[in-house]
């Protein structure tokens, strides 16, 4: 008889709380981003207007929506970890996407700073490992947490050796 192994359980991390709220401008700012050209046509082309009046409506109720909705659904979802053994991560919003890295294979540990990252204090690290499956990413960090995290898994990695 074999003696069944750990139980597989959700990682223990939130990400940080202001990651709700970077997620949240990346909606706004997308929705711009349709939305403005869709207004400019209608301006230089009024034939065009009713049209895009209609797909200019349609953008904003989903961009609203997505905006109000993704941080919120994001945030209650997103975890990770780092045990001794492994970096665990559970992230997605529609399809959820949970990974488990051993340490042994981690090649290299990245930390990655957009401009709303910058401006809310917020970082992602991204953990690269010898696995078909690509790199883990930890989005919406602390910036302490991210720093911390990337230098608690360099030192665990230089400790194990050479993944590849």
Do not use: F, K
């Amino acid at each position: 008889m074999t003696t069944p192994g750990p139980q597989l359980r959700a990682p223990a991390h939130h990400v940080s709380p202001r990651a709700r709220r970077w997620w949240a401008l990346r909606s706004g700012l997308t929705t711009l981003a349709v939305l403005v050209p869709q207004v400019a046509v209608a301006v230089v082309l009024p034939s065009w207007a009713r049209l895009l009046l209609v797909t200019g409506a349609v953008t904003l109720v989903v961009g609203v929506a997505h905006l109000l909705v993704v941080p919120r659904v994001r945030y209650a979802l997103h975890r990770w970890e780092v045990t001794d053994d492994a970096v665990h991560t559970l992230a997605g919003w529609v399809r959820l996407e949970w990974r488990i890295a051993p340490i042994t294979r981690v090649q290299t540990v990245d930390t990655d700073r957009g401009p709303l990252q910058r401006a809310l204090g917020l970082a992602s690290v991204t953990v690269t490992t010898a696995s078909s499956s690509g790199a883990l990413t930890i989005d919406g960090l602390d910036l302490d947490d991210a720093l911390g995290l990337a230098e608690r898994l360099t030192r665990a990695t230089e400790s194990v050796g050479d993944a590849t």
